[in-house]
């Protein structure tokens, strides 16, 4: 066996891992949610029907990923939903971009990282998150179906997730669409084995569209809007509140 690896953590989560925290502590971290959540509440308040697209930040706008994102939120914008996206380069990028190409609403809810993801040119409304939970809730909060582009370790946090809320009830029954048949085929294998082993029912199988044919994922989005009778309606806003009419 190998040797542990040294590791280096830092002050705070030396005095994280101590045990019980100060109250007052607590307290603050509960304000400081408290302000993310609302601060996405406000800016977010006027985005309208979303269709949400998860994906890697690290493809390149020359890979068939990017493209393939590029075209499908270009077309499901057509349909009159606003693209939400995390915010940043790559897939969302791609999914942004190609919501504004075609006159369409772009939306992105930006993780602050210390590396890697800042906010792409192509949002036409965005909120910065501190807190990938909060983040996380307000991709689903605003959002009648889930379009899962191939991606890394937040993609697949992400995708099952939503997954899970979906199917112990906490989200209404939205499409989650994992496109992307080669990329995708040994986590579905792999839900396919969970099965077998009874550790998911059958029909949860059913909660997922997997899918590598752009109408397809089109005409999935088609059926949102008659099922749930969308329309979207300009709302009033109040200053006081922070909201705007670019909101």
């Not at 994992?178 to 839900?191: P, R, S, T």
């Amino acid at each position: 066996m190998s040797p542990l690896r040294e590791v280096k953590r830092t002050k705070a989560e030396i005095n994280f891992l101590k045990g019980p925290q100060s109250r007052w502590r607590d307290l603050k971290f509960s304000i400081n949610v408290m302000r993310e959540f609302i601060k996405g509440f406000r800016t977010l308040h006027f985005s309208g029907p979303c269709i949400c697209i998860y994906g890697s930040a690290r493809f390149k706008e020359d890979h068939k990923y990017y493209k393939q994102a590029q075209e499908i939120a270009g077309r499901v914008a057509k349909l009159g939903f606003s693209i939400m996206t995390g915010g940043g380069p790559g897939i969302m990028e791609a999914a942004n971009r190609g919501a504004r190409e075609v006159g369409g609403r772009s939306i992105g809810c930006n993780i602050e990282l210390p590396f890697e993801q800042s906010g792409n040119p192509y949002l036409d409304n965005w909120v910065s998150i501190k807190y990938f939970f909060v983040r996380k809730t307000l991709l689903i909060k605003y959002s009648y179906a889930f379009i899962v582009m191939p991606g890394g370790f937040g993609t697949l946090d992400e995708l099952f997730e939503s997954l899970t809320l979906v199917q112990t009830g906490k989200l209404k029954v939205f499409p989650i669409i994992i496109f992307g048949k080669e990329f995708y085929k040994n986590v579905m294998d792999h839900i396919e084995y969970m099965t077998k082993e009874g550790t998911i029912s059958p029909k949860d199988i059913g909660l997922i569209h997997y899918t590598d044919d752009i109408d397809e994922v089109v005409r999935i989005c088609e059926g949102v809007i008659k099922s749930h009778n969308l329309t979207y309606e300009r709302k009033k806003y109040f200053k006081l509140l922070g909201e705007n009419r670019n909101h």
